[in-house]
C-alpha cells in the first residue's frame, strides 16, 4: 500500500499562487499514475491534474488549464502542484492520489490539504 502526505495549502488571494506538494512512501515502485483532485464543500470530488510516472505525461481539467501545473521528481517521489492565477471557485479539499494497480483506477488516497482563496 503506497502512503501519500500531501502538504502546501493555505489561504491566498485571489490571483495569487500556492504549490501543493504529495510525497509517497511505501510501494512507490508500482505507481503508474498519480493525480490530483479537489472536492468543494456540497460538491462532489473532482479531477483537477494527473501525471504519468514513467515518462512525465500530463493531463488537465479544462477548469485549470494554463493556470495549474503538475510535475514530479522521481528521486524524492513526490509530485507537485503548481497553481497560479488562483480563483475563489478553486477553494476546495485538494487531495493527491495513486494508481499503482488497474489503470485508470486510483487506489490510494492522501488526507487531503485545504486551499481557501479569498476575493
Known amino acids: 500500500q503506497v502512503q501519500l502526505v500531501e502538504s502546501g495549502g493555505g489561504l491566498v488571494q485571489a490571483g495569487g499562487s500556492l504549490r501543493l506538494s504529495c510525497a509517497a512512501s511505501g510501494g512507490t515502485f508500482r505507481i503508474y499514475i498519480m493525480g490530483w483532485f479537489r472536492q468543494a464543500p456540497g460538491k462532489e470530488r473532482e479531477f483537477v491534474s494527473r501525471i504519468k510516472w514513467s515518462d512525465g505525461s500530463t493531463y488537465y481539467a479544462d477548469s485549470v488549464k494554463g493556470r495549474f501545473t503538475i510535475s514530479r521528481d522521481s528521486a524524492k517521489n513526490t509530485v507537485y502542484l503548481q497553481m497560479n492565477s488562483l480563483k475563489p471557485e478553486d477553494t476546495a479539499v485538494y487531495y493527491c492520489?495513486?494508481?499503482?494497480?488497474?489503470?485508470?483506477?486510483?487506489?490510494?488516497w492522501g488526507q487531503g490539504t485545504q486551499v481557501t482563496v479569498s476575493s
Open positions: 492520489a495513486a494508481d499503482v494497480g488497474i489503470p485508470g483506477v486510483y487506489d490510494s
